[in-house]
């Protein structure tokens, strides 16, 4: 599996942003996907995820309500559209892909259950 995340970049404080994840290598229909961010000096934070099957969703609550995570079966791509955007939403931002499935959305959210990762993209928020 390889993800290939794109769409970072510099934006004002209250602008919008969508980032990108193309997926390759596998059927990605049993597939979680998610997205997670890390601040400098700061660990590793859950953002969204998405059931690929279902289109189910799940946001980390600093999030809930300014962005969406959505997929496009057709180009195996996982979408996050951020608005809003605050300084504090200044992080490389990674996407993940597992196949292990849990009924508990919050089990993903350590990240620990995420086998593969793309290489991040920088969004930057400007005060």
């Known amino acids: 599996v390889q993800l290939q995340a794109s769409g970072g970049g510099l934006v004002q404080a209250g602008g919008s942003l969508s980032v990108s994840c193309e997926a390759s290598?596998?059927?990605?229909?049993?597939?979680?996907m998610g997205w997670f961010r890390q601040a400098p000096g700061k660990e590793r934070e859950f953002v969204a995820l998405?059931?690929?099957?279902?289109?189910?969703?799940y946001y980390a609550d600093s999030v809930k309500g300014r962005c969406t995570i959505s997929r496009d079966d057709t180009a195996d791509t996982v979408y996050l559209q951020m608005n809003s955007l605050k300084p504090e939403d200044t992080a490389v931002y990674y996407c993940a892909a597992t196949s292990l499935y849990s009924s508990d959305n919050s089990a993903y959210v350590s990240g620990e259950l995420f086998d593969y990762w793309g290489q991040g993209t920088l969004v930057t928020v400007s005060s």
């Open positions: 998405i059931r690929w099957s279902s289109g189910r969703t």
């Open positions: 290598g596998r059927t990605f229909s049993a597939y979680t």
